[in-house]
């Protein structure tokens, strides 16, 4: 049975990475920030147009250390949104902070700006949150209410990689922003990861942080643990930085077609992209509105496509707020949005190489299952 998966991972030619390694055989110069990871800071730093960007290991250890690099008090309260992956809730939790799931927007699933102010108390910190599937937040509004309570923005911007809002980096939002470089997102170093930031500070701390506070042979001047990228990966992301802008192509096409095969299902939600944001296509989500096509039809879908032999995935399904690890032990917040929109929404498969007879298909099942339930339904 075939394997039509959500995501591939993008790589270069074989001979342009075997090529790109050889120079490692002789300097054996293989990880400690060597000439590639400095290189590659470099270069990720003008592709998202950011002041300052540093390397990680991986977007959770970027997102966990910039929240650390920040000192918050123990036990200190953060807002973020409850859709998202579980991740962020995570880099919250390990930091020894309280995630505080404030409600989001059904119009493009981001943290709904309006809920954010209620939710301050004189424990709040910090407001944490995703561009979630690439659709940036209300940076503005957050802003200035951060501005006004004196908190601290981090953005989780591992969607959003090579966006930009109105003419600017996404990364150049709020005090930081982290981004990932897994395999699975639309530019990968392997694994990997980075933090963005105008503060030369945060980059010192961080780099304490990630490689065990050394400053030099004897000297040690701070706490930290290991969470550097290594050369292998640095050059991994040096050459698939070269054909991003072509992938980034191939999956704007394809978005194209995916809309153009849905279009005037109403019953369907499709994502809107608007005029001041320069997207970069990493998803193409689904919602199937409850309304409209009555309950479960997401799941019908899900086993449907799944029978095909095509594999797409219920992002972000339960919401992170009522993962097992997380339930019933934070503030008790009304999220209906973030629950409505976990329970019916399907993000499909997208990549630069997904061939159109496969969405063809994957538009006909859709259809099919939204015909089938609406006779049922006598509608
Ligand atoms: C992928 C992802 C992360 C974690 O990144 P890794 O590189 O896999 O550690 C964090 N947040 C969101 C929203 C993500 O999609």
Known sequence: MRNITVTKASMPEYEEFIEAIKPLWDSRRITNMGSYHQELERAL?????????????????????????????????????????VSTTHAIVRNGLKP?????????????????????????????PVHVYGNICNAERIGEIARNYDLKVIYDAAHAFGETY?????????????????????????????????SHELYERLYNLKNFGIRGETLVVGVGANAKMNEFCAIMGL????????????????????????????????PVYRDDIRYTYGYFPVLFREEL????????VYERLKESGIYSRKYFYPVTS????????????????????????????????????????????VTECLDTRTTERGM
């Open 100 to 128: 505080v799931f404030c409600d989001i927007k059904k119009s493009d699933y981001t943290i709904d700006e309006d809920r954010i102010e209620d939710l301050i108390t004189e424990k709040t910190v910090a407001i944490l």
């Open 293 to 300: 096509c009555g309950c479960g039809m997401r799941d019908i």
């Open 166 to 198: 109105r003419g600017r980096g996404v990364g150049s939002l709020g005090d930081a922003s982290i981004f990932s470089f897994h395999a699975t997102k639309i530019f990968n170093t392997i694994e990997g990861g980075a933090s963005a930031f105008a």
């Open 322 to 365: 009522d993962e097992v690890c997380f339930k019933n032990k934070y503030r008790d917040i009304a999220i209906e949005n973030a629950r409505y929109v976990s329970e019916n929404i399907l993000v499909l498969p997208l990549h630069p190489d997904l061939e159109y007879e496969i969405m063809d298909e994957i538009a006909e099942i």
């Open 239 to 270: 050459c698939n930085l070269k054909h991003v802008e072509r992938d980034i192509a191939e999956r704007k096409q394809r978005v194209g077609y995916y809309l153009k095969k849905l279009e005037g299902r109403k019953e369907l939600d499709c």
């Open 45 to 85: 730093a003008e592709y998202l147009d950011v002041p300052e960007l540093s390397l990680l290991v991986n977007g959770h250890m970027a997102l966990e250390m910039t929240i650390q690099a920040f000192h918050f008090p123990e036990g200190s309260e953060v807002i973020t949104t409850p859709f998202t992956f």
